[in-house]
Each structure stands twice: as structure tokens, then as C-alpha cells.
């Protein structure tokens, strides 16, 4: 519980000092990769008819900034999954100790569960890779939220969940626009 209190006065306290202008500390080669998600995108996606969901459609209305430190990208959604609003607020850093990206993201209200979700992310070339993990009718499942850059205006996203960590379920499917 202690860890969640001090995870979400991080996100609010980061949330209080970030900054929309450009001007601030040089991104270091690691976020730089981050950059291209700076920006309001949308996306549009399906849930297919999967044994974990119901088919339907979702709209994911993402902004993005830097941190006034610039050590922290900052998106807030506001999505509409099926025709139910999920609001969220994400964090996304490099830790210079593991070598790696991390997603944090927080849901208004406790709307998906309990506690935040939490992912060892992967960047490579075109491809951003999220891992973590969830619960599905209280038996944990895994979880991979696949980005693809087709340029750095476009994206296409995947999830996918596994029950054993081998066999993977493609249960969503959309595409982002960075808008104007």
C-alpha cells in the first residue's frame, strides 16, 4: 500500500511541474526515443471476440509532454472502451540501474482495479514493447501492448494476453494519428 501512496504522489507531483515548452535540459539519447510520443494523438481500435472479451470499439484521446526536468514523459488518456470512459494518467521513463523503460499508469477512480499498471517497456528501432502483467476474472494473465511506427505521425497498436506466458491472444487492435 505504501508503494502505491508513494507512486501516486510521484505521478502528482510530476504532473504539477511538467512543462508544455521545449525549452529545458537536453533528452538524454535514451528518451530520446520517447520523443516521438510527444503530442495529442488519437487512436481508433477493436476488441475482438476473444474467451477475455467482448468485441467492440474503443477510442484512446492521448497528450503527451516532457517533465519540466524532461526525466519523464507525461501522457493523460481519456478513453472510451465499449462505450465506458476509462481516464488515465502514464509516465514513462528510463532507469540508467536496469537499462530499461518503464510504463507506470494510474486510473482515475480505481476504474480498471486496485492498482496502478506497471510494465518493463522495450524500445527498438520502430517498436515500442509494454510487459506486465493483470488479472482477468482474479487468475493472472500477461500482458504485451505492442506500438509500431509507421513514421512518426502513425502508429499502429496490439494487445495481447497470455494465461502461460507461451501462448498469446491478439484481443485488441487499433490505429494512432498525431493530430495537429
Given at each position: 500500500?505504501?508503494?502505491?501512496?508513494?507512486?501516486?504522489?510521484?505521478?502528482?507531483?510530476?504532473?504539477?511541474?511538467?512543462?508544455?515548452?521545449?525549452?529545458?535540459?537536453?533528452?538524454?539519447?535514451?528518451?530520446?526515443?520517447?520523443?516521438?510520443?510527444?503530442?495529442?494523438?488519437?487512436?481508433?481500435?477493436?476488441?475482438?471476440?476473444?474467451?477475455?472479451?467482448?468485441?467492440?470499439?474503443?477510442?484512446?484521446?492521448?497528450?503527451?509532454?516532457?517533465?519540466?526536468?524532461?526525466?519523464?514523459?507525461?501522457?493523460?488518456?481519456?478513453?472510451?472502451?465499449?462505450?465506458?470512459?476509462?481516464?488515465?494518467?502514464?509516465?514513462?521513463?528510463?532507469?540508467?540501474?536496469?537499462?530499461g523503460y518503464w510504463h507506470y499508469e494510474l486510473f482515475a477512480g480505481g476504474q480498471t482495479g486496485s492498482r496502478p499498471f506497471i510494465s518493463k517497456m522495450t524500445v527498438a528501432g520502430n517498436t515500442w514493447?509494454?510487459?506486465?502483467?493483470?488479472?482477468?476474472?482474479?487468475?493472472?494473465?500477461?500482458?504485451?501492448?505492442?506500438?509500431?511506427?509507421?513514421?512518426?505521425?502513425?502508429?499502429?497498436?496490439?494487445?495481447?494476453?497470455?494465461?502461460?506466458?507461451?501462448?498469446?491472444?491478439?484481443?485488441?487492435?487499433?490505429?494512432?494519428?498525431?493530430?495537429?
Amino acid at each position: 500500500m505504501k508503494f502505491i501512496l508513494v507512486i501516486a504522489l510521484l505521478f502528482m507531483s510530476a504532473v504539477a511541474k511538467a512543462a508544455l515548452a521545449a525549452d529545458g535540459p537536453p533528452l538524454s539519447p535514451e528518451l530520446q526515443k520517447l520523443d516521438v510520443f510527444v503530442g495529442h494523438w488519437e487512436f481508433h481500435g477493436q476488441t475482438l471476440d476473444t474467451a477475455f472479451g467482448k468485441p467492440g470499439a474503443w477510442i484512446w484521446n492521448e497528450d503527451c509532454r516532457w517533465s519540466d526536468d524532461r526525466g519523464f514523459l507525461l501522457c493523460s488518456f481519456a478513453n472510451v472502451w465499449s462505450g465506458k470512459p476509462v481516464n488515465s494518467l502514464v509516465v514513462d521513463t528510463y532507469n540508467n540501474k536496469d537499462h530499461g523503460y518503464w510504463h507506470y499508469e494510474l486510473f482515475a477512480g480505481g476504474q480498471t482495479g486496485s492498482r496502478p499498471f506497471i510494465s518493463k517497456m522495450t524500445v527498438a528501432g520502430n517498436t515500442w514493447t509494454e510487459y506486465g502483467e493483470d488479472a482477468d476474472h482474479g487468475k493472472k494473465i500477461s500482458e504485451r501492448i505492442t506500438y509500431r511506427y509507421s513514421s512518426t505521425n502513425e502508429v499502429d497498436v496490439a494487445i495481447l494476453v497470455s494465461r502461460d506466458g507461451s501462448h498469446w491472444i491478439t484481443v485488441d487492435r487499433g490505429h494512432g494519428v498525431k493530430k495537429p
